[in-house]
Nanobody, 128 residues
Framework: QVQLVESGGGSVQAGGSLRLSCAAS?????????MGWFRQAPGKAREAVAT????????HYADSVKGRFTISQDNAKNTLYLQMSGLNPEDTAMYYC????????????????????WGQGTQVTVSS
């Protein structure tokens, strides 16, 4: 059974940094085709933040986080990371780790409906 467990959220002031982690278990890490981070703020739709193709290492970022966030993975630890810097209040949201094993994401890396596994989320709050 696939499990994704996020950690690392918290409260920071604008300009600060956080690193989110997502520990994956249940299937061999090599089974994942793509993993990513999504976020949802109160009253707003879920949006893709960053994704990484597990084997090729190709990354995608939302325009709003380019240059500030970095997605990475540690295959030995079966862990996905999101290093966030230059945080601003607009980054306040629940952040979710997502993964796909089926290979159906394709070019729709930012379409959360194509990811079949999700973590419970970790809250990030940025104050001005």
């Amino acid at each position: 059974q696939v499990q994704l467990v996020e950690s690392g959220g918290g409260s920071v002031q604008a300009g600060g940094s956080l690193r989110l982690s997502c520990a994956a278990s249940g299937v061999p890490y090599s089974s994942y085709s793509i993993m990513g981070w999504f976020r949802q703020a109160p009253g707003k739709a879920r949006e893709a933040v960053a994704t990484i193709w597990r084997h090729a290492g190709t990354t995608h970022y939302a325009d709003s986080v380019k240059g500030r966030f970095t997605i990475s993975q540690d295959n030995a630890k079966n862990t996905l990371y999101l290093q966030m810097s230059g945080l601003n209040p607009e980054d306040t949201a629940m952040y979710y780790c997502a993964a796909d094993l089926s290979g159906r994401v394709g070019r729709w890396w930012n379409d959360g409906a194509r990811y079949n596994y999700w973590g419970q989320g970790t809250q990030v709050t940025v104050s001005s």
